[in-house]
């Protein structure tokens, strides 16, 4: 709605424009890879002129560059391709899975520029131990950087429950963390001027797949993430959905097994990521007594060569997993549904259970269309979307951005 | 993005704001009531004389009137009310219900300015004879109109599935309805000039109830709407969730019972509208040869009563409702959830059970602030969300709607 001001509406509105269209540009080669300045005239609907003065803002910037295609075969002068400038800016992306802690310099296009990780114990690691890898394999990473090269975010995912706005790991099931102040804590001992913004692996993971991965092109999505638990990210119209407090999308906590369920760490029982969760897995294959993704690997590869248990299990856990699939089908209608971490090995082995409760328990509408697969990022996927949360500034507004940070660093 | 055109963009956008404006002030009006010119300003963050234009514009229409507050009981002059003119645009609104076709001619603000209904028998009932009925209704309604008066919109609420777009039932269970023309037959019987639009019940009741009852103020709310099946109506930040296709929200196929699920109409089993329904609660309490509301509402009562048969019934019903209830707020995180329908009855008697299961199986953050209540429009949710539906247009382009039925008129 409009607002009394100074400025005239008109001027002010042009100013708004541009600043979208920079916006958007950036995103688009951010996020699409490099392209011709015809085609971005095209897509955003503007003229030659336009998308030259946007272009040579941003290459001002240092943002992007512009060079002949190579071999378009096409008759005529070939249209300039805008790319990303490789190592002019950079974000740092921060996974705290399951079973290993990762850090890695990201720069625009999502291109991983260099990374570090150390496997992770499961249990009884405090805060400060975490933060303190972490920070570590950050300096190293920012030490290695090029020069003039400038850090213009940091995210981090996080393998529980985070309070939205401030980093707060509500509830880390995992580690045993309740109302852990990890992201404050991660910005006070990185020190370099900017905040650790940190989100829940699941919701990031759903993020990076919709941008970049098994998600390009769909409006709704169901991202399902395995580790211990199952967490989700349900994107709804281009939107994380995320409730009245930020708090949606715990599909892993849907009771799929009401009278009989396996007890769940959240307090409840019966709940999806108690019946196909790892330890469901490995009890049900009868090998309790190992643990981690390469147990469960094992336990997947053993099915297909033809060991019963292992089969059997995997049949069990696809069948509860097939459930809590129609429900997310039935109630969102989405087009696409990806199986990531954990769930990503699990469910070639237990397609056949899953695609049979589709085909009997879903609705025929809303059955016709939906694509089942697994996450196309790999084990990136939560690390990816890490650094997606710490291009937001920014990819919003590119040359504020920027300025801010350089004088930030001159002082 | 901005479009090359002839019009100069600050002139282009002073005119989209103006539009925006007059839209958003009847708006207010229609779901919110009378309201001073002040206040309107307040909310709209407009200046005295843009509010005193908007005003001019819509009242030249006849939409609105202004007159002076009754007894403010503040000092100073008193600002002027902008309330909604009583007789100069209705709608039409149908509700095919389970048991009754209902129509109404409704006027700005949502008062029903006249109805008719008739019960309707349970099953083969065929297209023609509904519209007949409904076709007749509204003949009969538009007669007693006031004079001058202009139907504006012509909606229609459907027990069943319907395609976005065309109002073709897809799937009306209860009738044996597949793939029937309802929204193109209704408007060429009709035959005056408008389509009718037809929404899904249970869609419509949400839209309802959060406009106008009990999900007014939150951005997130579910309805749940029980008949013969139970429907739902998911908003999701304000708007109703659609989905890929438009089949989104069909929380009546959850399936809570997926190991001795009762059978279901649609095919599957175990889904909550089985163990939920009016049939699952009839048998339950061995009144296998009853039928429709009375029904369910006998049976409330004798367990409010201490018939312990019934008792038991509504007790297992709760339970089946309460885990639906769990997995859509551990899903959505909504600030509400709403009972409507048959559910309107039945929540009362087994909301212990509800809550139960709440206070079980629900994630604390999620269950800290979430409410849980019964429609707050009583049986007239579906109609009033098929006359909201049918205002689409005005509420959009006032003047331009107005302008375009008016020309239609005279031809």
Redesign the interface.
Known sequence: ????RTI????R??RE?HH??LS?LLRRIHLGGPISRTAAGEQ????RS?VMALTAELTKAGLVDEDLPTGTGRMGRPSLVIRPTSDRVHVLAFDVAVDRLVAARVGLGGVVQDRRSAPRQRAGVDLESVVDALVGFGRDLLAGAPKDSICVGVGASYCG?IRPGDGLV??GPDLGWVDQAFGQEMSRRLDIGLPVIVGNEAHLGARAEHERGAGVG???VIYLHGDVGVGGG?I??D?L???????????G??????YNGRPCG?G?AG?LEAEVGERALLEAAQRPDSVGREAVRDTVAAAAAGDEQARRALDEIG?WLG?GV??LI??????VVIFGGMLRDVYPGAAAQVQARVA????P??R???RLCVSALGDDTTLIGAAELAFTDLLNSPIETLQKLTEHAKE
Chains 1, 2 share one sequence.
């Open positions: 709605m409009a607002k009394d005239p509406a008109g001027r509105h042009q424009v979208a269209n958007d955003m609907r503007l003229n336009t429950m509500r509830f769909f409006r709704n349900i709804v119209g939107r959905l995320d409730g009245d407090n930020g708090y949606a999308c715990e599909l906590h849907m009771v799929v097994n009401p959240c409840s709940c069948d459930i129609v429900n039935n109630l969102f209608n989405p087009a009997r328990n879903v609705l509408v809303s016709e269309r939906v």
